[in-house]
């Protein structure tokens, strides 16, 4: 188990094609920070030439897993797949420490579970109002890059009712499709959801989200813990299962990319042929809306102080841009949308250094991404950056809140979701 295929690293044939889009490289300029300096590592180890230990793990943990070095790469190197065996085995290695391994565990376990995530990040939030930003549970927020996202938490949960249900079409009706609500998102970005939901109405699906989905394993596989990540994975095609749907949409590009390579996944295991035809059903919410050619909103969109169109850029998640090949449709998507004038932004595919837990685990090249990224925003004159998961929506919108001239963040879906001018809640069937 966790082995990696000889035939995968041999790809590699070091042309260094993929150093200038690897974000660490770029900071570092270090070749062992490079993707190709990492496979050097992970073909030593897979040799039996060196074992992990702490100056090679060091590596390993730095790489944000964004993959932008797999678009840029002309062998086809699938450094994903390279990476989450790598990380496998250094987390089942004697030299990481076992501490830090628990620590790690009791952070995703946490993060996995909508109810208790909420509860600490609520108690994060009256904490905030009652002390100040220094106490503990904030700093957790913070460093989760999520305190921006918390500060718009209600601090009552009764006051969000849970999305679970049926959401009749509005109009032709077209399909039926079945929603991904998430983990994490599901706490922090409730309104994501909400308007994920409304515009697949608009657009004449209905819309089923099952209870009880838990997470899709992503922070897990990511992380080096993948036999977690297939127990969560299991129970959550097992709740779509259960739905007769044309398709499962996701608004969050970490999970999509995740659950589209379930078949990966299970590998090699009975569950493979049920992960795979899963997989093939699973669609990124731009990318279903180009398919099924969205129905754009009638009235424009205006700007801030009256200006007659509203600027934006948008930011590529990198799990859309790289794992999904998903680049096109969100902005034909955003272009559609009456008023809205789209500014591209430099280097928007590279990482923001959000990554999941990467900006907990790794703070200090996480926060020199983000001011990078926090810097090209600024230079577009945009109002609104939009980018399509939740990991990078929080982050920016950390390092993009103490701006003079705010900017705000949003999912593509909210915009389109405003475009329709439909603020209300849609109806529960
Ligand atoms: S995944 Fe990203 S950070 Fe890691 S080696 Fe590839 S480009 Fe660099
Ligand atoms: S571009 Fe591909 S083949 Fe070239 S060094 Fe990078 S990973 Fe290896």
Request: proline share 5%; charged share 20%.
């Given at each position: ?66 993959r932008?070095?797999e678009t ?181 590009a970490?999970?999509g990319s995740?659950?589209k ?23 990124d919410?731009m990318e ?28 590529d998640?990198c799990h859309l841009a790289h794992a999904q090949g998903i680049r096109k449709q969100p ?18 595919d ?80």
């Amino acid at each position: 188990m966790h082995q990696f295929r000889s035939e995968q690293l041999l790809k590699c044939i070091h042309c260094g094609l993929c150093l200038q889009s690897c974000p660490t490289y770029l900071e570092e300029g270090s070749e062992a920070d490079s993707p190709r300096g990492r496979i050097y590592l992970m073909r030593a180890v897979s040799e039996g030439r060196i074992h992990w230990e702490a100056g090679a793990i060091e590596h390993i943990d730095r790489c944000l897993g964004c993959r932008a070095c797999e678009t840029a790469c002309p062998s086809g190197v699938a450094y994903g797949l390279l990476l989450e065996v790598a990380r496998a085995q250094v987390e089942g290695s004697p030299a990481r420490p076992a501490l830090q391994r628990m620590a790690k565990r009791l952070l995703l376990s946490l993060m996995v579970r909508p109810k208790t995530f909420a509860f600490a990040m609520r108690t994060a939030r009256l904490f905030s109002l009652l002390v100040g930003d220094r106490a503990m549970p904030m700093s957790l927020a913070r460093a989760l890059g999520a305190k921006a996202a918390v500060a718009r938490l209600p601090l009552l949960s009764g006051k969000r009712k849970t999305l679970a249900g049926v959401y009749p079409s509005l109009g032709e009706r077209r399909g039926r499709v079945g929603m991904l609500v998430g983990c994490v998102a599901s706490v922090l970005f409730h309104d994501v959801n909400v308007a994920t939901i409304a515009v697949l109405q608009r657009n004449g699906f209905e819309v089923v989200v099952p209870p009880k989905q838990g997470c899709c394993g992503a922070l897990h596989v990511h992380n080096g813990f993948p036999d977690e990540a297939r127990r969560l994975a299991l129970r959550l095609m097992q709740c779509f299962e259960r739905e007769a749907v044309d398709a499962v949409i996701v608004n969050s590009a970490g999970c999509g990319s995740t659950m589209k390579e379930y078949g990966r996944l299970f590998e090699c295991t009975p569950h493979e042929g049920r992960a795979r035809a899963f997989a093939a059903r699973v669609r990124d919410v731009m990318e279903f809306l180009a398919e099924v050619h969205l129905q754009p909103p009638e009235r424009a969109l205006t700007g801030r102080d009256g200006c007659s169109h509203l600027v934006v850029t948008y930011h590529d998640a990198c799990h859309l841009a790289h794992a999904q090949g998903i680049r096109k449709q969100p902005r034909d998507i955003i272009r559609s949308i009456p008023g809205v004038q789209l500014v591209e932004l430099e280097e928007a595919d590279i990482c923001c250094g959000s990554a999941g837990i990467y900006n907990l685990l790794q703070p200090e090249m996480a926060t020199r991404l983000l001011q990078r990224k926090v810097e090209h925003i600024c230079a577009t004159g945009a109002e609104v950056v939009l980018t399509g998961n939740p990991g990078c929506l929080a982050w920016l919108a950390q390092g993009l809140r103490e701006l003079p001239k705010p900017i705000a963040v949003m999912h593509p879906v909210e915009l389109l979701h405003r475009g329709y001018q439909n603020t209300t809640e849609p109806r529960n069937g």
